[in-house]
């Protein structure tokens, strides 16, 4: 290993060690993570939700699982149940969109004065 790559090295270690200063790039960021981080577990978490249960819908219709659990006939239940979840996977990404919406508008104002005092001093 060269000097420049030991010395590389050195820095990129030392910088894990050393306190970082809080800067208003840093708050920027954060506030953005503020606004979408609720949209994104939301839609991760309904999306999911859903998935399962138009999957179990189908898992009705197309195995035997039904009888073993001690229905007779699995296809209706089985039809409604995996609409329900393909209609709850549809609508996702429309509340997303407004949730999301909704977060922005409200945090456009913070977001906005501290981005032009970050534009401002550079």
Do not use: C, W
Not at 52 to 73: A, K, P, Q, R, Y
């Amino acid at each position: 290993m060269n000097r420049n790559d030991q010395e590389f090295l050195v820095q990129k270690i030392r910088t894990q060690y050393t306190e970082k200063e809080h800067t208003r790039l840093d708050e920027l960021k954060e506030l953005d993570t503020k606004v979408k981080r609720p949209a994104n577990v939301f839609a991760y978490v309904f999306g999911s939700i859903s998935a399962i249960i138009m999957g179990s819908g189908m898992s009705l219709v197309m195995t035997d699982i039904g009888s073993s659990i001690g229905m007779e006939d699995t296809m209706v239940p089985g039809i409604v149940i995996g609409v329900v979840g393909m209609l709850m996977a549809i609508v996702n990404y429309p509340i997303y969109k407004k949730m999301l919406a909704s977060r922005r508008k409200k945090y456009a104002d913070k977001i906005m004065e501290l981005s032009d005092k970050i534009m401002s001093n550079q």
